[in-house]
């Protein structure tokens, strides 16, 4: 039986070939080819995950000042005042603001992240895109909740009488660090997400378990020298310990724990892209 012609079409002519859309080959450049021709597609993603998240909110974003600003008053008075945990000789509710700060960057692109895809699934069922642009969103959104935060950072620097040196310049490492090992532990997490649920309900425990064994309430000198190199597969803590170096001119993270961090976010983040691109070809059809 011959296909009939398609709407349109002058008679006698030959049945156009149905539009198959495929994603790029490749798990690396694939993805970067795919992101940046649908760049635009992401700004909009961004765009309507601040408005969704603020939405019918009483104060807005000024929740990203609020969650900071009042887990570092309650460690302030739980950590410092009764258990006298030493903060390496800064004011310690600057030096809880200052671990707070990217581990709040980290830990909401972590948990969003995770349900970005079965949240969507509606969007993925109906077009084609990049999947990777759902985690990705997240962790490039959480940027906005940061960069409020950190004008409170800076009325703290003035109130405590802290003077930034040049070592500020290196902030802006210090953030791309802590964006990049939300999104290499996010891309597993999300993927993962599709085909088993329990991982929505595990990540809060993850990161509840991933605060306290990163140096944001107590200083990297407590940690035993026995443990360091264990120390130093944590992502985070190297994260924290760069930005605190940066805006108060504390002590530097050890050059090889911070290049044990770093290598352990690149092999997570290439793993992830690899695992996550497996999982793409049936993300529609399982979600």
């Known amino acids: 039986m011959e296909a009939a012609p398609s709407p349109g079409a002058a008679p006698g002519s030959a049945p156009r ?36 998240r603020y939405k019918q909110t009483a104060i807005g974003v000024a929740w990203a000042v609020l969650q900071p600003l009042l887990a570092a008053a309650l460690f302030t008075l739980v950590f410092s005042r009764f258990a006298g945990v030493p903060s390496d000789g800064f004011p310690y509710p600057l030096f809880a603001f200052a671990g707070l700060l ?45 960069a409020v935060a950190s004008v409170v950072l800076g009325v703290l620097l003035a109130v405590f009488q802290v003077a930034v040196t040049w070592k500020v310049l290196v902030l802006p490492l210090a953030v791309v660090l802590a964006m ?50 264990v120390w130093a597969l944590n992502p985070m803590a190297s994260v924290v310990d760069v930005f605190r170096w940066a805006l108060l001119a504390a002590a530097p993270p050890p050059l090889p724990a911070l290049g044990a961090s770093l290598g352990v976010m690149l092999l997570l983040l290439a793993a992830g892209l690899r695992f996550f691109r497996a999982v793409e070809t049936t993300i529609a059809d399982v979600v």
């Open 17 to 52: 070939a149905p539009l198959v859309i495929e994603p790029v080959r490749g798990w690396t450049g694939g993805v970067i080819q795919e992101s940046w021709e649908y760049r635009e597609l992401l700004y909009f993603l961004i765009w309507r995950d601040l408005k969704v």
């Open 180 to 229: 990049l090992a939300a999104f290499s532990v996010a891309v597993w997490l999300a993927a993962l997400n599709v085909k088993y649920r329990d991982v929505r309900y595990a990540v809060p425990f993850l990161v509840q378990v991933w605060f306290f064994a990163t140096p944001i309430v107590y200083p990297s000198s407590l940690v035993p020298e026995q443990l360091r190199t």
């Open 102 to 146: 990217p581990w709040q960057l980290f830990s909401y692109a972590l948990s969003e992240s995770t349900n970005s895809v079965v949240t969507h699934q509606q969007l993925i069922k109906k077009v084609f895109f990049p999947r990777i642009f759902l985690p990705l969103t997240p962790v490039l959104a959480a940027l906005v909740d940061f």
